[in-house]
């Protein structure tokens, strides 16, 4: 599966929008003939904007996103480590009642211990200033 670089958030909830809401066909050929769909301004402009290569990469984007052929990065993950240097001091969420408490960065099936940037600011936005990348295996 082709992972889709180079959209903004916005331009990345349009086409999830898009494609719930509208056939591809129709999302096409508003993109590329008219006026696009209010709910997808931004795409429309990234395409008005573009050249012809880019246009036809946009396009190929757009079916390979309808078809699920492609997707978007999966958001950066973070733990919170609440104390610098100790290693039971990482926030972890209950999967079975929403409870938070400290303790290791080791997820199981019980706690989550990786949150998205805005799973830590749902929870209170100054836990960002506590937030750790969690490094991917592939790095």
């Known amino acids: ?59 190929r984007d757009i079916l390979d996103f309808y078809t ?23 926030l972890n969420r209950s999967k079975l009642n929403n409870s938070y408490m400290t303790n290791s960065c080791q997820s199981d099936d019980v706690f989550q211990t990786e949150f998205t940037e805005q799973e830590i600011k749902d929870i209170d936005p100054r836990y960002m200033a506590f937030a750790v990348p969690v490094e991917d295996d592939d790095e």
């Open 1 to 59: 599966m082709r992972v889709l670089k180079g959209y903004s958030k916005n331009q990345q909830k349009e086409l999830e929008y898009a494609r719930k809401n509208i056939s591809c066909n129709d999302f096409l050929h508003n993109i590329t003939y008219f006026t696009a769909y209010a709910e997808c301004d931004s795409i429309k402009d990234k395409y008005d904007k573009a050249n012809t290569d880019e246009r036809i990469s946009i396009i």
């Open 68 to 90: 699920d052929k492609a997707k978007f990065p999966d958001p950066k993950k973070y733990y919170v480590q609440l104390i610098k240097n100790n290693d039971g001091s990482y």
